[in-house]
């Protein structure tokens, strides 16, 4: 097996391992009948980003790309659908959906309408599935500053922490290996953010060693 092919499972294995955590917040669900206390809009907009990967895949033909994107595509489905069958929210959640399907078809019609296949189409997409990731790694910061002023991780998640490190650390050698900045660039604050947690953990762990150091896995 040579590296490229190692990289490749790397980012498989830990992508979905990161995409299950999800799995938590749906156990929880199940037990208490309830949606609360559950953030919905993260899992519509990782099953967005998931479909405009999954549509970089395709055009590029990288199978690591379409696998990933599918497996997260369909896990956050089942997600919606289970937090939409115990929210009291129904309304808003539909209307939320109604909003991102709007956008999906928006930019399906701009990247299948208004520009002609090839290089073009693929660095467009590219860009855009770019800075979508870059702003969802890049959203946590604003309750990492909060974290810093409370001294209190008790609402991060270590294991969460583990796998984004795991997975953004694969995806920028996968993308390096591949010299796809599209894939490289978006990975890197992924780390950074990783790294800024494990610092904080380390910084804020509670000194009762009887106290747990981190809540239990959430998404």
């Not at 190692?6 to 799995?23: E, H, P, R």
């Not at 999954?54 to 369909?74: E, F, P």
């Not at 870059?134 to 270590?158: E, H, K, T, W």
């Not at 380390?202 to 239990?216: N, T």
Request: some cysteine.
């Amino acid at each position: 097996m040579d590296l490229l092919q190692l990289l490749s499972w790397a980012c498989i294995v830990f992508t979905i391992g990161m995409f299950s955590t999800g799995l938590t917040d749906l156990k929880k669900m199940r037990e208490s009948k309830s949606a609360e206390n559950i953030q919905f809009l993260p899992f519509l907009t990782t099953c967005l980003n998931n479909l405009g990967w999954l549509s970089y895949g395709m055009l590029k033909k990288d199978q690591t790309i379409v696998l990933v994107n599918i497996i997260g595509a369909l896990l956050q489905v089942l997600y919606i659908i289970m937090y939409f069958h115990y929210t009291k929210e129904k309304r808003l959640v539909m209307v939320q959906t109604a909003t991102a399907g709007a956008v999906l078809a928006c930019g399906w019609l701009y990247f299948t309408t208004f520009l002609t296949e090839g290089d073009a189409r693929l660095s467009q997409l590219g860009l855009t599935c770019s800075v979508v990731t870059v702003s969802m790694y890049m959203s946590p910061l604003a309750d990492l500053v909060q974290i810093v002023r409370s001294g209190n991780v008790q609402c991060l998640s270590f294991p969460l922490t583990v796998a984004t490190f795991f997975t953004s650390t694969s995806w920028v050698l996968y993308g390096l290996q591949l010299n796809d900045y599209y894939v490289m660039v978006p990975n890197t604050p992924g780390i950074f953010t990783s790294l800024v947690r494990f610092y904080l953990f380390w910084k804020f762990a509670p000194v009762d060693p009887s106290l747990p150091p981190y809540k239990p896995l959430q998404i």
